[in-house]
Every structure is written in structure tokens, then in C-alpha cells.
């Protein structure tokens, strides 16, 4: 087995990048309430996305720095007609990293299978609420039976654990979460709430409105006995057995509970910006030198010091807080 590179993802705080995040696209076939307007965004040109080549080479350098799981996500990643091939290309790199996907599932009944051949290793797909009705309302599409689909699918190809991402939200889904747990939990999907940030293209987004974790465990722990799980390490959800155990359920506080002094991301944008903060109001541009004959070294001196730039935190609870421009669509989630 080939040796891990020495971390070169250093910041001024001590943290480490391991965990890059890349956006394969800003599409999605969606149009949720809590991310983007009705009639959709503006997306991105093809020309200022990065091309397979261009994506697969930037990964490439990330993993040569020390880079070790590679989440794709989007807008919707499935919508990227060469992801197999994509997948395949990063799962042949050395180190190979491991590769997850953050999903809607529309479409994975027919791509789970061949994205695990490829090398996928594991999905979470978002999932707000199991009524189809509720579902319907919330995304402005009747495709609940078609995420069902995709769900089952991860989990028959291996893609395990078939993690569910829900954002609760107050006066939508947030009386309902017990029912989502008991779901998931019939099933066998491991499931995983997050706080709603501000992070939707309307920046409508409202903290006295959103249904905190307190609230959330409050509302699970009507109808199940919850018990910490402890050694959390970086990951950004906080676990809880569920009746005793084995089972889990996680919740994402990523605003009234941040993990900032743990983070190991880093984030790729489908147009070849670097951020290296979700919440940042400033990227890095790895797309022009690239395309203007940049080499390996001089795009890892690029990205090296974009993370020494990397703040303490996020910010959300300083008054002078201002919600990055671009949405989470563009970002990547």
C-alpha cells in the first residue's frame, strides 16, 4: 500500500484538510423551498466549469497534499452526464482516497450499481420528509417515489451506510421528525439532520426561525430515548444512540453548535474555486492558472496558502456576519 503524503493543508489553528468537497455541478432538478427560488438560478456556462480532465488533476493535487476523502457534490452530481467516468478516475489515483456522494437521489436507481463498480464507496441522500404530499410541496416536484427508488438502490450496490440528510424546518417538517427516524430506521438508512443555514439564494434565511438541535433531540426524544455517542473527532454530526444502540441518528449544529475547531474541509466549485470555508466570503481561483499552464507545484502552493488563510470560525453569531453570495447550489454542499 502506497504511503499517505505528509499533510501540507496546514492552518494557522493547527487543523488539517483532509475532507475536500467538489461540486460537480450547480444543477439540480429540484427547486426546494430553502435553497432557490421557483423558477430556478441562473446556472454556470459549460465553458467556465472545470472538464473532467481539469477536475480529475485538481483532486489529484489535493490528494498529493494530503487529501483523503472526496465527497461529490452539486447542485445534483448525477446530473453530470460523465460522473461514473469521474468516479473511476478518482478511485484510480494514488493514495486513493475514499469517495462519497451527497445526493437527491433522483436517478441513482439506475447509477448506484454502475458508480460502485467505479469505486463510489458511499451516498447520503437528502431527504426532508417520507409524506409525499409534504415532499411534493417542499421541492416543488412530485418525485418522492423516484428518491425511495434511489435509496434502496445505494443500499442493494453497497453504498453503505446509506446515510439521509434532512434539514428540519419550523412549520414544515419539524413536528415530523420522529417519523422520518422511524423510516429510516425500518429500513436500515442512517439518518442525519442539519440545522438550516444561511446559505439560500433568496438570503431569506431567518435564525430566529430555525429548529435548533436542542429542539430537534427534543422533539426525537418524544417518541425514542436518545444516548450520546462519544469520541466525535471531526465529523460534523453529533451522534446519538437510539434506544439503546446500535442504531444511531446524527444532528448537524453547524450554527447553534459549530464544529469549526475540528474542520478538515475544504471546498471545489464546479467553476474551479477553492473556499476554504463554507461560510467564506472569499475563493481562490485554481481554474485560470490551470488553464493558463500552471503546474502541479504551483497549484499546490495555490491551495497551501488558501488554507493558512482559513479562519477560527464561520462567524455566524458576530454581529458583523454577512451570508456569502453564492448559494449553496453553487458552493457545494
Known amino acids: 500500500m502506497t504511503d499517505l503524503p505528509e499533510p501540507r493543508l496546514l492552518d494557522r489553528f ?3 484538510g483532509r475532507d475536500l468537497r467538489v461540486s460537480v455541478t450547480d444543477r439540480c432538478n429540484l427547486r426546494c ?3 432557490m427560488p421557483a423558477e430556478g438560478l441562473d446556472w454556470m456556462a459549460k465553458p467556465e466549469m472545470l472538464d473532467d480532465d481539469e ?3 485538481l483532486v489529484r493535487v489535493m490528494v498529493g497534499l494530503g487529501v483523503t476523502n472526496v465527497r461529490l457534490t452539486g447542485g445534483e452530481p448525477i446530473l453530470r452526464r460523465s460522473l461514473v467516468d469521474v468516479v473511476g478516475r478518482i478511485a484510480a489515483l494514488e493514495p486513493r482516497p475514499r469517495i462519497a456522494m451527497t445526493t437527491n437521489g433522483i436517478g441513482l436507481d439506475r447509477l448506484a450499481a454502475p458508480l460502485a463498480e467505479a469505486g463510489l464507496d458511499r451516498v447520503n441522500i437528502s431527504l426532508d420528509t417520507v409524506d409525499p404530499e409534504a415532499f411534493k410541496d417542499l421541492t416543488r416536484r412530485d418525485r418522492f417515489r423516484d428518491v425511495e427508488a ?3 438502490a ?4 453497497g453504498l453503505t451506510p446509506v446515510k439521509v440528510n434532512a434539514v428540519a424546518m419550523r412549520g414544515v417538517n419539524d413536528t415530523s421528525v420522529a417519523d422520518l427516524l422511524a423510516w429510516c430506521l425500518d429500513r436500515g438508512y442512517a439518518l442525519r439532520f442539519i440545522e438550516q443555514m444561511p ?4 438570503h431569506a434565511w431567518d435564525r430566529s426561525q430555525m429548529v435548533s438541535q436542542q429542539e430537534i433531540l427534543e422533539r426525537l426524544g418524544e417518541r425514542f430515548t436518545l444516548t450520546p455517542v462519544t469520541d466525535r473527532g471531526s465529523a460534523p454530526a453529533e451522534l446519538f444512540f437510539v434506544d439503546g444502540g446500535p442504531e444511531t441518528v446524527g444532528v448537524i449544529a453547524s450554527v447553534s453548535a459549530p464544529f469549526c475547531a475540528a474542520c478538515d474541509r475544504v471546498r471545489l466549485t464546479a467553476d474551479g474555486q477553492l473556499r476554504n470555508c463554507l461560510f467564506s466570503r472569499s475563493e481562490i481561483d485554481l481554474r485560470g492558472p490551470l488553464r493558463d499552464g500552471a503546474t502541479d507545484a504551483e497549484l499546490e502552493d495555490l491551495v497551501v496558502g488558501e488554507m493558512w488563510a482559513k479562519k477560527a470560525g464561520h462567524g455566524i453569531d458576530r454581529p458583523d456576519f454577512t ?7 453553487a458552493i457545494g454542499g
Request: hydrophobic share 35%.
Open 14 to 16: 493547527g487543523r488539517v
Open 33 to 35: 423551498t430553502y435553497c
Open 55 to 57: 477536475l480529475v488533476r
Open 150 to 152: 434511489g435509496l434502496k
Open 154 to 157: 445505494a443500499a442493494d450496490a
Open 199 to 202: 446559505l439560500d439564494a433568496q
Open 323 to 329: 451570508q456569502p453570495d453564492r448559494p449553496m447550489s
